[in-house]
């Protein structure tokens, strides 16, 4: 009798250790794993913008422009899509426990950081150097809201002149227009980016050589 019950006693204090230690490691590996999981995501939506990866967006809408036809640009994060036809600029932003760039404060303005080499992002880009100077303008910005991060992404694109300084000369500029059957934001995962026209216009004396793009957002 002694016996089965220094058992029973003995069963139950394996039970209570396994517990706690199972308790323990979901108390400090979950954490882990969701830190892991949000490093994983982060590195996928920077890829998605790195002007370094051919397959990035801001690389394969100047492909387009370039060569025309047109493309599905597909990203395997969940956020929301913005077309800003006026500034000329789209951007994508998702949601994360973790960030590749510094976090302004909830309430803060977040500070814009230029990821394409020596272009300015606020208030906007200025123009660049033709034959130097990529069309495109990523800037990146993190903020915290509640307990989460937000993460935009926005890629402007500028004119581009023979000399951004001179009167005269030759210019280039990639132009996004909202597709007809296009809405101007979404939480789609997916857009799809069309060569729509050439135009030639004058600014002031010089010439300037429009690409105008076509997003359909849906």
């Known amino acids: 009798m002694i016996k089965a019950q220094s058992d029973i006693i003995s069963a139950v204090i394996i039970l209570i250790i396994a517990l706690g ?23 996928r939506s920077y890829s998605y913008f790195n002007q370094g990866n051919t397959n990035s967006l801001p690389n394969v809408i100047e492909a387009i422009a370039n060569s025309g036809g047109d493309k599905t640009f597909f990203v395997d994060v969940k956020g929301i899509w913005i077309l800003n036809e006026e500034k000329n600029y789209i951007e994508f932003t998702h949601t ?57 992404y926005r890629v402007w694109f500028r004119d581009l002149y023979e000399n951004p300084y001179s009167d005269t000369g030759k210019g280039y500029k990639i132009v996004l227009k909202q597709h007809d059957s296009g809405v101007s934001s979404s939480t789609e995962k997916s857009i799809r980016i069309f060569f729509s026209d050439t135009n030639q216009t004058k600014v ?15």
């Open 21 to 43: 230690l199972m308790s323990a490691a979901y108390f400090w590996g979950l954490p882990i794993i969701q830190k892991r999981q949000d490093t994983s995501l982060v590195d």
């Open 204 to 218: 002031g004396k010089k010439t300037l050589i429009t690409k105008e793009i076509k997003i359909l957002i849906t």
């Open 96 to 152: 994360s426990k973790v960030s590749r760039f510094a976090v302004s404060r909830e309430g803060v303005t977040p500070y814009s950081i230029s990821l394409t080499p020596g272009a300015q992002c606020t208030p906007q880009p200025t123009n660049g150097t033709l034959g130097l100077d990529k069309a495109s303008v990523v800037c990146v910005q993190a903020s915290t809201i509640g307990n989460q991060i937000n993460i935009t």
